[in-house]
């Protein structure tokens, strides 16, 4: 059903216009289909080098997968690969566009909505519980991270950079404001891996990145109107600086505080549709309709998206909500990261090696001060400060929204855009391997702090089965248990049996290791996880007993594939039969995959 | 989870009748019959001791969850007993079990089922709690021992 709403809605925009090019829709028509047939195949060709790329990157090189989608697009862009002309297209695949961006403004569409989609789910995932439950040393630790980046940022602007007189300058805030923002999704990876996500130092490290968001999207909706003045020729005072912050804080705190307030009534709303399909799709054009009305007020789209994701993450739609977008993020995201690749020039970088090394090191140097200082100041050892700084080094989707908007509205070149995806490539390299080496080693947390800290004892249930094939489908029975439970699923990555397990305050993992089920929970919820098990077990071997208890195979096979069925008509009733027990057979299936 | 919501006093005894894992099993059944939930008792006790017979539900501690799944509730009942004396209850730890918690759940239900057994019975990993239960004399006692 779904499918054949949607070629309808294709053919619905395809037809009027092939019929309005055919109608003889004059030249404007025809450069319309022509420049419409090759976003097309611009996205055919981005979608799958950026999935190969991120896809080799990632199982070949051990690296995040995006920093290989971002990879693809510097090799396809219109700076490399993509500017060669193709016979067939009268030109080049990626011609290079005159004006601030390189691509086509119909691909950077995609990646303006992949940019709104990610931040909405950023705000949909973002924690607020636990970032108030560790607040002043999660405030703390982020904005000294926030500050020293961003003051270092705009230093090596001003002392680096001939073009840049003051700190004032809007190149100078951007480059700033680039060197800012951490993405602490591959650090969660890796903590998680290592079972260090509910150490002092991991849970710090996701209360402080949350307030690295905020602050770097406010930080963002400054520069923006500050460079906007700039670029009319304003004056950019302090007095007028002030007003364009005050304007820029108030609308993200209002519209903040606003949505927190109002989000429960919209989601008892959007529940009334029944339909979870129409409610997903609704609560995304509220954040599409947000990001449109920030934009026009003056600030970033990505700011009224992650506004509107922030004030859902709180109510009971969040989880449902992040899985149903879960195809569309897994759609968006890499074409996102590799058009970004595309606005690099690498040939221009020559130029700016030097200033690119130096501000990649200060960013890195930034983040370990800026969040190492105040880590040391609020009872951790030197050991755990590195950790916090280690972890929050690396640099994502942020740094390039900052880089791709500053330089959209002309404030940075496509050289310093290059030095921003300089800096996210080392800092998202190096992070890993700094991470794991900090976290060996004994406790992050100074004697006199760690007694009324202690890191949450968590306990490994291991079941070994004799096969893969076994584990598979007692892994799918333990999930339908938890879910009649009432606890929520979740897959943390597609197509990898690792789920998140959870209600209220418990939280468990499970994760299937080739014949093996590994269960992880805090100490105390220990024995209902035994429990379930246990319980499970007991009604699957019931259940393998009525199994034996059934005809015998040979009489089913003959039942099904008998001498008298194998002939003539029979075979069409039968072959009805058998599609009942392949439907039966799938109808197993969602539990196991979802 | 509410305990409260699940446990009154009605359902409580602190003086078991019983000398035999049958008998404790008859008698926790006498007092969930009381609720006038349990629809038809002979197939609510076939559930539990279809239970009883694939793994005894005696934990450790002195502490057992006899439980069962059956369409003759609507909805989890549960009723509390004790028994001071103890008896045998072929508990895994081989120890006498004191302390009862009876559970029925419906058959193709969700709800928070075995949450409500683990949460019961992890409270009753406390010694101190254990004591107490086994010290008090009415079911106002126990009720305030476990919710508190």
């Known amino acids: ?594 | 989870m509410n305990l409260r919501k699940v446990l009154s006093k009605s359902v409580i005894s602190c003086d078991l009748p019983g000398t035999r894992k049958n008998e404790v099993i008859e008698a926790l059944m006498d007092i969930l019959m009381t609720t006038g939930k349990v629809r038809d008792r002979e197939a609510a006790m076939r559930s539990i001791l279809d239970r009883e017979q694939k793994m005894s539900t005696g934990i450790q501690n002195g502490v057992a969850i006899p439980h069962g799944k059956t369409d003759v509730v609507d909805d989890l009942v549960a009723c509390f007993g004790i028994r001071k004396e103890g008896i045998d209850f072929d508990a895994l730890d081989g120890e006498k079990s004191r302390i009862f918690i009876m559970t029925l759940s419906p058959v193709n239900r969700s709800g928070p089922h075995v949450q409500f057994l683990a949460e019961i019975s992890q409270l009753l990993t406390d010694a101190e709690k254990r004591e107490k239960l086994l010290g008090a004399g009415t079911p106002e006692e126990v009720l305030d021992i476990l919710t508190t």
């Open chain 1, 1 to 594: 059903m779904r499918r054949l709403v949607a070629a309808t809605a294709a053919l619905a925009v395809v037809v009027p216009l092939a019929a309005y090019a055919q109608s003889g829709g004059g030249e404007g028509a025809s450069e319309m289909t022509h420049r419409i047939t090759i976003l097309v195949l611009q996205l055919a060709v981005v979608i799958i080098a950026a999935r190969f790329v991120g896809h080799l990157f990632k199982h070949g090189l051990k690296q995040a997968a995006v920093l290989g989608e971002l990879a693809a697009g510097i090799l396809i862009g219109p700076y490399a690969l993509g500017s060669i002309p193709l016979p067939i297209l009268n030109g080049p695949l990626f011609p290079l566009e005159l004006g601030p961006i390189p691509v086509r403004p119909e691909l950077y569409g995609f990646a303006v909505v992949a940019s709104i989609v990610l931040l909405f789910v950023a705000g949909l995932e973002t924690d607020l519980p636990t970032f108030l439950r560790f607040s002043i040393k999660g405030s703390t630790i982020g904005l000294g991270g926030v500050i020293v980046s961003f003051a270092l940022g705009d230093a090596a602007a001003v002392f680096l950079l001939p073009n840049v007189d003051s700190f004032m300058h809007p190149e100078a805030l951007f480059l700033g404001t680039v060197s800012t923002a951490t993405s602490v999704g591959i650090t969660a990876r890796i903590l998680e891996e290592r079972h260090k996500l509910s150490s002092p130092e991991g849970v710090t490290i996701l209360a402080a990145a949350v307030i690295d968001d905020v602050l770097g999207i406010i930080l963002l909706a400054v520069v923006v109107g500050v460079s906007k003045v700039h670029k009319l020729g304003g004056g950019v005072e302090w007095g007028h600086i002030g007003v364009i912050a005050a304007k820029a804080f108030g609308f993200w705190i209002v519209s903040t505080v606003l949505g927190i307030i109002f989000a429960p009534k919209l989601a008892r709303g959007l529940r009334k549709f029944k339909a979870f399909e129409v409610t997903a799709s609704v609560a995304f054009g509220i954040a599409l309709f947000l990001a449109g009305l920030s934009e026009e007020a003056g600030l970033a789209m990505i700011i009224g998206a992650y506004v509107t994701g922030l004030s859902l993450s709180q109510t009971e739609l969040a989880n449902e909500l992040q899985e149903y977008l879960q195809p569309l993020y897994d759609f968006f995201v890499p074409i996102f990261f590799c058009v970004m690749g595309m606005m690099a020039n690498l040939a221009e970088m020559g130029q700016v090696l030097f200033f690119g090394l130096v501000f990649t090191a200060l960013a890195i140097l930034a983040k370990l001060i800026g969040c190492g200082l105040p880590a040391l100041a609020t009872g951790f050892n030197i050991r755990g400060a590195l950790r916090i700084g280690a972890g929050m080094l690396p640099r994502g989707e942020v740094t390039l929204i900052v880089a791709g908007i500053g330089l959209a509205s002309g404030a940075i070149g496509h050289d310093m855009f290059g030095v921003a995806v300089m800096t996210l490539l080392v800092a998202s390299v190096i992070a890993p391997p700094a991470l794991i080496r900090a976290f060996e080693g004994g406790a992050g947390l100074r004697v006199a702090a760690a007694p009324e800290r202690r890191e949450p004892e968590l306990k490994d249930i291991v079941l070994n089965f004799s096969s893969p094939r076994i584990a598979e489908f007692i892994r799918g029975q333990f999930i339908r248990s938890f879910r009649k439970e009432e606890f929520f699923v979740h897959q943390l990555e597609l197509h990898q049996p690792f789920y998140q397990i959870w209600k209220e305050e418990i939280l468990i993992t499970l994760d299937q290791k080739e014949s093996s089920i590994v269960l992880q929970t805090e100490a105390q919820y220990e024995q209902f996880v035994r429990l379930l098990v246990l319980e499970e077990i007991l009604e699957l071997k019931d259940f393998l007993e009525t199994i034996e208890g059934e005809e015998s195979p040979v009489s089913l096979s003959k039942e099904l594939f008998g001498k008298e069925k194998l002939g003539g008509e029979q075979v069409g009733n039968e072959s009805a039969e058998g599609d009942g027990i392949r439907k039966e057979e799938s109808s197993e299936e969602p539990d196991d995959v979802r």
